[in-house]
């Protein structure tokens, strides 16, 4: 069966400070991989998808970036983090071909002071 | 493009009552719709979805959600609600063609009180 991790669970970082998170999936090949931001009371939004390795589209605008250096593994980063970029940060996979149905990892709580 | 609208951003039932969750949607083509809940502190579970054929769809902890196309709705319900209920709902919709990208409403809080 197919599983998906994201780590840390929770992070602390200082503004200015770097990003780095990270989300792996097992169990499945060329999945369409997908980072979302949970902002507090409020719903998802779309950072960024990929549908294959080195392959990154941008969904907003930010001081956010993203990379798939494998086929399974999703990074979330960033040189230096903001105030506003606290929040819930959720990973999720679809596969390559089917009917967009996403799976979600646990999720990644951030906090920039 | 399409887009979802979950008019209520929390909804207050006591247990062993009945709840629905309105979602109503946007779209010319046909689409694909999901229901997503999300626990406290958790990621999403997908709950149910509609994809084609019957219009009503059932998950199995006694959810269920319609598709109505003329009325660009999918409603989720449930007969009797328990306190374990209580979470996060969100609705979802994506175009049935090739790839394309969830599109989710802002989510709807289910608090259920004894």
């Known amino acids: 069966s197919q599983t998906i991790h994201q780590w840390p669970a929770t992070l602390v970082q200082p503004v200015g400070s770097p990003l780095s998170l990270e989300c792996t999936v097992e169990g499945t090949s060329n999945p369409n991989l997908y980072w979302y931001r949970q902002a507090a009371g409020r719903g998802l939004q779309l950072l960024f998808y990929s549908v294959g390795i080195g392959q990154i589209s941008s969904e907003v605008p930010q001081n956010l970036s993203a990379s798939r250096p494998q086929d399974r593994q999703f990074i979330l980063s960033s040189k230096k983090l903001l105030l506003s970029d606290s929040g819930f940060y959720l990973c999720?996979?679809?596969?390559?071909?089917?009917?967009?149905?996403?799976?979600f990892g646990p999720g990644t709580r951030l906090t920039v002071l | 493009a399409q887009s979802v609208t979950q008019l209520d951003s929390q909804v207050p039932v006591f247990e062993e009552a009945p709840v629905e969750l309105r979602c109503n949607y946007s779209s010319s083509v046909s689409v694909y719709l999901f229901w997503y809940v999300q626990y406290p502190n958790q990621g999403l579970q997908l709950l149910l979805k509609?994809?084609?054929?019957?219009?009503l769809v059932e998950s199995i902890n006694g959810f269920e959600a319609e598709f109505n196309k003329s009325q660009t709705s999918f409603h989720l319900r449930k007969p009797s609600v328990h306190i374990s209920d209580t979470a996060e709902y969100f609705c979802a919709v994506s175009l049935n063609t090739g790839f394309q990208k969830l599109v989710f409403g802002t989510g709807t809080r289910l608090l259920v009180s004894p």
């Open positions: 999720a996979w679809a596969t390559e071909k089917g009917y967009n149905e996403q799976f």
């Open positions: 509609y994809l084609s054929g019957s219009t």
